[in-house]
């Protein structure tokens, strides 16, 4: 189904940083380190997840950002899902239109459907991604570029399937060590200016490429494990992130960001923060 969603619907995005007004987000209410997908739930595997703690944590994300004027739109959580909380991957908007991802692990292969569903239900069309696999933690835009991860979870032949749909974009692949699972575990735009990276997941050619866009922020080795690189842009160089990672929301301060803090600690330990738990649908 090729579909298109208009900006006066109230769905459109066209980067990482402008006021986030509508997102979707999926309580863990079944999250559960259940296969092994990621490095860091090697790390975490024997402890799991806590899923008393991780609704807290979860809950005080969303106030966060309702706080903040977001509109915080709640998927059913499943019990067959046990990633769902990681609302990014399943899906992006660029422009006026919003995609849905092709996932490239079974494991989450159900949490579309329940997107779709929700989708379809509120009387909102969408284009599907289907050559092979994409998934939304790839997908970084700033205005008319789209910096597209090539990773174990989106392979190149989806990018040229998204260039050859998204018409007036420039599509980015980006290369990095697929060890990090996604591109925004590694790399994270934050103004027209600025961007958070990790810079040995990069060879030298990557890292030039973005250097010649971005004034790079510097995310040490153990701040890049607890998720440092996945803040989450609010809008009015706000910026979520976790009170762990004392470096990164240093360095944010002395840019001009103001850092909101909310402990995820519970979250990450299956390898995602807060980019990974929003999806995104208006920021203006």
């Known amino acids: 189904m090729a579909t298109t969603i208009r900006k ?3 769905e459109y995005c066209d980067s990482e940083y402008d006021r986030l007004n509508k997102v979707i987000v999926c309580q863990p209410r079944y999250m559960k380190i259940e296969e092994v997908i990621n490095e860091t739930q090697k790390h975490f595997l024997d402890k799991n997840i806590d899923i008393e703690t991780a609704l807290i944590q979860h809950g005080n994300f969303v106030k966060a950002m309702k706080e903040n004027g977001a509109e915080v739109i709640q998927l059913p959580p499943d019990q067959r899902l046990p990633e769902q909380v990681f609302t990014r991957d399943i899906g992006f908007t660029i422009g006026d239109t919003v995609y849905v991802s092709e996932m490239g692990s079974d494991i989450r292969s159900g949490e579309v459907s329940v997107l779709t569903d929700w989708l379809e239900s509120n009387g909102l069309q969408y284009e599907k991604l289907d050559f092979s696999s994409i998934e939304g933690g790839d ?49 994270n735009i934050l103004s027209p200016d600025e961007a958070l990276v990790f810079s040995p997941a990069f060879k030298r050619k990557e890292l030039k490429m973005l250097e010649s866009y971005y004034d790079l922020i510097e995310v040490n080795a153990e701040e890049q494990f607890t998720m440092g690189t996945n803040v989450l842009s609010i809008g009015n160089r706000k910026v979520l992130s976790l009170p762990q990672n004392k470096g990164v929301n240093r360095s944010l301060r002395s840019y001009g960001y103001e850092v909101i803090e909310v402990d995820f600690s519970e979250i990450i330990k299956s390898g995602g923060s807060f980019r990974c738990c929003s999806m995104p649908l208006l920021r203006d």
């Open 8 to 10: 006066q619907q109230t």
């Open 139 to 187: 997908v970084i835009i700033d205005k008319d570029k789209i910096f597209v991860g090539i990773s174990h979870r989106t392979d190149q032949g989806t990018i040229n399937q998204l260039q050859e749909l998204a018409e007036g974009y420039q599509v980015i692949p980006v290369p990095f060590q697929k060890k990090y699972l996604h591109l925004d575990c590694v790399f």
